[in-house]
């Protein structure tokens, strides 16, 4: 979802100032595309990516926290951390549950 509003904005010409190239704009689109059908596909490395992903915005979440001037950057911090942190801690299980192995029936031996 991140990727494809991306992109719309990139086509529709919005641009952020002090930002890279529209291609940046796009390898991100991209990068975000192919990590939704890799969770999709439950496939672990998705999944990883997302963690790591999420794992750093709790990080500069807590450290923006210790120096927002206002109101605003608070419950900003607050708010990510809020939504990040158990989306983290699920994902996790998640995780445990894709590398398990099938189970398959035993031969018997003889």
Same mark, same amino acid.
């Given at each position: ?23 940046? #704009? /796009?390898?991100?689109? *991209?990068?975000?595309?192919? &990590?939704?059908?890799? =969770? ?5 490395? !998705? @999944? +990883?990516?997302?963690? #790591? /992903?999420?794992?750093? *915005?709790?990080?500069?979440? &807590?450290?923006?926290? =210790? ?5 605003? !950057? @608070? +419950?900003?911090?607050? #708010?990510?951390?809020?939504? *990040? ?26």
């Amino acid at each position: 979802m991140l990727g494809l509003s991306n992109l719309v904005l990139v086509v529709a010409g919005y641009e952020v100032e002090g930002s890279g190239s529209t291609a940046g #704009a /796009l390898i991100f689109a *991209a990068l975000m595309a192919v &990590a939704a059908v890799g =969770m999709w596909q439950c496939r672990y490395w !998705a @999944v +990883l990516g997302f963690e #790591a /992903l999420l794992g750093i *915005a709790i990080v500069f979440s &807590a450290l923006s926290l =210790m120096v927002a001037s206002n109101l605003t !950057a @608070v +419950l900003l911090c607050v #708010a990510i951390i809020a939504v *990040a942190g158990p989306l983290f801690w699920f994902l996790i299980r998640a995780m445990a549950r894709i590398q398990l192995p099938s189970r398959r029936p035993q031969e018997p031996v003889g």
